[in-house]
């Protein structure tokens, strides 16, 4: 079993700063690519940012140059640095990471439980 456990989500007023954390605990042999995804209410899940096993990142152009995503492999974790909030980042934030449990097994796609961010004055 695997685990993603988020934390870091709160209320910022517009402007402000949060950063997220996702550590990735259990049965892990390898971790390919990690990321972030977030979904509004009434819309679709949306893809944030995304970071690779050996550092290639890429982002939703809704964030680029405001948002940084960064990972710890010695630590499973991986990191979402967000600077300049708005309104329209409020969401709920999902971690993802795509793990193989042990040599040889298939690549199975996880999710964290999301937290909440909200920007508002």
């Known amino acids: 079993q695997v685990q993603l456990v988020e934390s870091g989500g709160g209320l910022v007023q517009p402007g402000g700063s949060l950063r997220l954390s996702c550590a990735a605990s259990?049965?892990?042999?390898?971790?390919?690519?990690m990321g972030w995804y977030r979904q509004a209410p009434g819309k679709q899940r949306e893809l944030v940012a995304v970071?690779?096993?050996?550092?290639?990142?890429n982002y939703a152009d809704s964030v680029k140059g405001r948002f940084t995503i960064s990972r710890d492999n010695a630590k499973n974790t991986v990191y979402l640095q967000m600077n300049s909030l708005k309104p329209e980042d409020t969401a709920v934030y999902y971690c993802n990471a795509l793990i193989s449990a042990y040599w040889g097994a298939s690549i199975t796609d996880y999710w964290g439980q999301g937290t909440q961010v909200t920007v508002s004055s």
């Open positions: 970071i690779t096993s050996g550092g290639n990142t």
């Open positions: 259990g049965s892990i042999f390898s971790i390919y690519a």
